[in-house]
């Protein structure tokens, strides 16, 4: 692969990973490896000017702008900090101030916060508004939700506070309460946070904000801006801060040495791990501010600061055995059993070893020391083998043949990473797995079947699939242990309503490999039925907005199991919704087929919401950002300012609320 090539898959990358952690808020890879990922494609793009896009990752520094929050202009944008990982450059960075200064300087040394970056605005020191990050130009507006954050003042204390500013900093969830909140969530099965990070962004956009009150957040302040500030450095704006009542850290060093800064970061790179909130690095910040407008900023970020980031946490620990689990679709995982290691905060027993290539890769055997490290995810991983430490070579790990919970010979499909067990009709973890995704609450939101009620369920021969939940009787329920006549009547009414379901969710419940819940509506919307997709041809399905052949196959193999078709009748015959219903149908047009339309600003006829609804009704699509693609702007009022030189720049039309509802009329 040449370096233009490169630069295209790069950037295909990088875009993924970037809506995975700022639209899904669920990450594949850790921030040190996105990172090194957008350094290469920094460089390579310096060295190719030729290959300039607009439309780069590195063009911009991410958005979690969200459809429900009305979005606000920064007055001051909201810039990023260059970071590294390496001492050298951090000398670098302090040999550049000061030979571009040419005088003395003080260099200020934090700790960097790991949550949610958040802009509050004072007037005559009242809270009067907090707003994202957003895109660094225009964020939301999260006002109601921040006022709910104990350690942040809604009226300042003190004096000497300028009439107007804004100050910065980040919402944070503290280790304690992230732990119990995601206890919580174990014990209501729903989905776990998988760092404080996520927690705190999470609960900042939720729409409740009693709820968001209940989570305890907590925030620090770092960064004080205006026109009108009390001091010359921002230290010492910082500490009056304070006396406002802000939260500071009281963790800030000024440092005049470079030897001083590297004492502060192997200091705080150890002692962080007793902080109670999460850090993952250091920022230094020249500190006089005449001396930080002199150094300037790029585009991206101010040229008088920088982050240096930590290594991500490893331990090092001995691998017991390997044991491999069967989910709902038959994929299984190697899970790596070890001594338990404290490592971020945490005890770690299990690790997941993904798939029979990386476990090759390793070379791993039994009896090994391993390195295991979180990312962004839950389940922490194996990075490498101490092979130094081998000091009695114990079996190689050799990926299973065979199911370990139905004895079936495994399959592995072709470009595929993950063995399967194909015998889906009767491996205990396949049949209880579809069972609890079709009860789950975005299926078919069935109560009171966890998931040890369903083993219990199965174990005593009441349910082998997902049909048998309609023949359940109540006296057969009432009879088994922990359970009684209330637990009973209680399932026994969610199966019932569970008929009232729309089809569109129960198509999702039945569990189709690649069909998540968005697909789930796309194709319940073309099709309208199970029996006119089930009829559909691989040409119709792949002819669908958004359904592409690896999604179609499935289906195709879906029904052509006379296992599936059986079941469905039976589904069918007990009153579950196998078509869309007219009312779900009412309003569907195709008037804006084909279009591409960008929702920007604030409107007075509907809320974003139901504009993005009325677009995808009328066969129309949402996007988020303005491309040559787009066919129009919807444009409210307050339109970010952005958006509107970048749609003028490409000639795209803006057509406002009225026009809009004209049009689909
Ligand atoms: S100063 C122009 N100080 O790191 C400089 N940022 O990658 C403004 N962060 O968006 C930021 N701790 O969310 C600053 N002590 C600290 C910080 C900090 C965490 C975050 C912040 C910023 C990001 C930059």
Known sequence: MNEVERILQLREELHRHNYNYYVLNAPEITDQEFDFLMREL?????????????????????????????????????????????????????????????????????????????????????????????????????????????????????EGYPREFEIRGEILMPWQVFEQLNEERERREEPLFANPRNAASGTLKLQNSSVVASRKLDAYLYYLLGEELPCGGHYENMMKAAQWGFKVSDIMRKCTSLQEVMDFIRYWDVERKNLPVATDGI???????????????????????????????????????VTYQVGRTGAVTPVANLDPVQLAGTVVKRASLHNADIIEGLDLHIGDYVYVEKGGEIIPKIVGVDKEARFMIGDKVKFITHCPECGSPLMRYEGEAAHYCVNDAACPPQIKGKIEHYVSRKAMNIDGLGTETIDQFYQEGLIHTIADLYTLKAPDIARLERMGKKSAVNILEGVRASKNVPFERVLFALGIRFVGETTAKTLARAFRSIDALSKAT????????????????????????????????????????????????????????????????????????????????????????????????????????????????????????????????
């Open 283 to 321: 920022v230094l910040k020249v500190n006089s501010l005449r001396q930080q407008k002199n150094l300037g900023s790029t585009a991206k970020s101010p040229r008088w600061a920088i982050a240096y980031k930590f290594q991500a946490e490893r331990a090092c620990t001995r691998l017991n055995k």
């Open 42 to 158: 920094q460089d390579l793009e310096e060295k190719h000017p030729e290959c300039k896009d607009d439309n780069s990752p590195t063009m911009r520094v991410g958005s979690d702008l969200n459809k429900n929050f009305v979005q606000v202009a920064h007055k001051y944008s909201m810039l990023s900090l260059a970071n590294t990982y390496s001492e050298a450059e951090v000398a670098d960075f302090f040999n550049r101030v000061q030979k571009d200064l040419n005088e003395d300087f003080e260099i200020c040394c934090e700790m960097k916060f790991d949550g949610t970056s958040i802009s509050l605005i004072y007037e005559e020191g009242r809270l009067v508004r907090a707003v994202t990050r957003g895109d660094g130009t225009q964020g939301d507006d999260v006002t109601d939700n921040v006022k709910t954050i104990r350690s942040i003042p809604l009226v300042l204390r003190g």
């Open 538 to 665: 691989l040409e119709e399905l792949v002819g669908v907005d958004e359904i592409g052949a690896k999604i179609a196959q499935s289906i195709l193999q879906y029904f052509s199991d006379e296992r599936n078709v059986e079941l469905i009748e039976r589904l069918r015959n007990e009153g579950v919704q196998m078509e869309m219903e007219e009312l779900d149908m009412e309003g569907y047009t195709d008037k804006l087929e084909g279009k591409s339309i960008v929702i920007s600003g604030v409107f007075t006829h509907h809320s974003r919401d139901e504009y993005k609804e009325l677009i995808e009704k009328n066969g129309g699509k949402n996007v988020g950002s303005i491309s040559k693609k787009t066919s129009f702007i919807l444009a409210g009022d307050n339109m970010g300012p952005s958006k509107l030189e970048k749609a003028q720049k490409l000639g795209i039309p803006i057509m406002n609320e009225d026009e809009f509802l004209a049009l689909i009329e």
